[in-house]
């Protein structure tokens, strides 16, 4: 025979009562159901004094929410996540079943968090295929300066194969010690292709305090520079092309029997003008998962530079134009179309929509993730489960180009945008369910989401990674009310 001892009723049972009636609820909770830390078996004070300290929440505690914390509030954590001993300069992340954050309070830490999650660098340098497509460590780096949204954008081809070189950001007058740090414990092998160059130094992260601090470490670097950001996206194309395709010059999709690509030149282009390159965004994960050119144009005009880039494909790019009419012009499509094929990449169907779509930041990103073009092999058609996305504050521009070697390894996924730190944009809300998994038999079957949501609570609060958590996890597609979600299957990319 059981027995059975009813505890407190939980508030979360209660009706609606008076603003004394929680007061008192407040003070109960926290005399009643407190938890202390592990190891600490006191019973609960009883003193007037003590019992106010306990109702006024200290420093860093979450305030008594009945809705939140139905049998009292939980202050400190009963252990710690220790780095692994073989390399404790980690930082270990939060996590949830389908999300994972890539922490850091500025720039600097933020790609730090990347590169510590993509290269573990476990193995000895010199270990047999550390130089060939194993992600332990990289072959090497791309060093920027968080200042410059348009030379941050410009600079991400290069960390593609066969450079396989990710983004770090460096300052105007020498290398922090995070970022510093976090060279050494890469160790990057050498780019092989390229006279085993270490670092790539664009722009003005080209500065001789940079330089001097790579040098003394004993790496090897090279610089790219331009006179704006026309020139140099135009010498990083130079220089990525070289290395990438150097019969040609110019980056170019693969056509080996190991290889996903057709052997299209493809050119993405984005206006420089005022905050068009939010709308760019989304070009850069792209072009870390694929050989492609990151270009330049006005609004209304072309300079020669991004011409000059485009010529050398002699005819055989495929441009593709990030933004609408807004961002740029009719007249400068019919210009580039005299250089190659063209199409937009926006918000706009001219057969879904009568009156032209307004192409925004979030749904620009949003439609790049569902589309594939098998002309130029371009776009993720993500539209089933079992990929991944990352997920972005727009004004966290430093965060989404250090995230770009997410889509280079790992999950290779999309990036998402959103305007908000606190709630998904609407139509980003609805393309998360309806691309959610769901199982016809068992949920061992899969596959599954992961979400990798980057930056501090500031940038992407934690409701809303528990958010994102919720509406991506797994469902049974036999529940007469399961209306969304999707197989594997679902998804149109090869």
């Not at 600490?40 to 007037?48: I, W």
């Not at 073989?86 to 720039?107: A, H, M, Q, Y």
Request: charged fraction near 15%; hydrophobic fraction near 40%.
């Amino acid at each position: 025979m059981y027995k059975f001892r009813r505890g407190l009723r939980s508030p979360r049972h209660l009706k609606p009562f008076s603003v004394l009636g929680v007061a008192i609820l407040c003070v109960m909770s926290f005399v009643i159901g407190a938890v202390t830390p592990k190891g600490n078996a006191q019973q609960a004070p009883t003193t007037a004094a003590a019992t106010k300290a306990a109702a006024t929440p200290a420093s860093g505690c979450p305030a008594a929410n009945p809705q939140l914390w139905p049998f009292g509030v939980v202050c400190n954590r009963d252990f710690n996540v220790p780095s692994p001993p073989e390399s404790p300069s980690l930082v270990p992340t939060i996590t949830t079943k389908t999300t994972t954050r890539i922490w850091g309070t500025d720039p600097f830490q933020e790609a730090v968090s990347v590169t510590q999650h993509v290269f573990p660098a476990a193995l000895p340098e010199n270990a047999p295929n550390e130089t060939n497509n194993v992600p332990d460590r990289p072959w090497g780096i791309t060093l920027i300066t968080p200042d410059d949204p348009l030379v941050g954008i410009s600079a991400v081809p290069l960390l593609h194969f066969p450079d396989d070189a990710p983004i770090l950001y460096v300052k105007n007058n020498g290398i922090p010690a995070v970022t510093l740090n976090e060279i050494k414990r890469l160790g990057d092998t050498g780019i092989v292709r390229f006279n085993n160059v270490d670092a790539f130094l664009v722009g003005p992260a080209a500065n001789p305090a940079v330089e001097q601090q790579l040098t003394a470490i004993g790496l090897k670097w090279f610089a790219v520079t331009g006179g704006d950001v026309f020139q140099l996206s135009n010498n990083i194309d130079k220089l990525y092309g070289s290395i990438q395709n150097p019969d040609e010059g110019v980056p170019q999709m693969g056509v080996s029997a190991s290889s996903s690509g057709n052997g299209m030149q493809d050119v993405f282009v984005g206006s420089a003008d005022g905050n068009d390159w939010q709308y760019y965004l989304g070009a850069t994960h792209w072009a870390s998962h694929m050989p492609t050119g990151l270009l330049w144009v006005h609004r209304n005009s072309i300079p020669q530079p991004t011409i000059d880039a485009i010529q050398r494909r002699n005819g055989h790019a495929l441009i593709y134009v990030w933004g609408g009419p807004n961002q740029v012009s009719a007249s400068v499509i019919k210009q580039l179309n005299q250089y190659g094929v063209v199409q937009r990449i926006d918000a706009d169907d001219p057969v879904a929509f009568n009156t032209p779509a307004t192409t925004t930041v979030t749904n620009i990103a949003l439609a790049f993730a569902k589309m594939y073009d098998p002309t130029g092999n371009v776009g993720w058609g993500e539209m089933g489960p079992g990929h991944g996305f990352t997920l972005v504050n727009v004004n966290n521009w430093q965060g989404a180009v250090a995230s770009a070697p997410l889509s280079h390894l790992g999950f290779h996924a999309p990036l998402l945008v959103t305007t908000s730190n606190s709630t998904l944009p609407a139509e980003v809300d609805s393309y998360y369910k309806a691309v959610a998994p769901t199982f016809l038999n068992s949920p061992g079957e899969g596959p599954y989401n992961m979400t990798y949501l980057i930056g501090d609570y500031k940038s992407l609060n934690w409701p809303l990674q528990a958010h994102v958590d919720f509406i991506s996890e797994m469902s049974n597609r036999h529940v007469w009310s399961n209306n969304q979600g999707g197989r594997y299957s679902d998804s149109g990319q090869p």
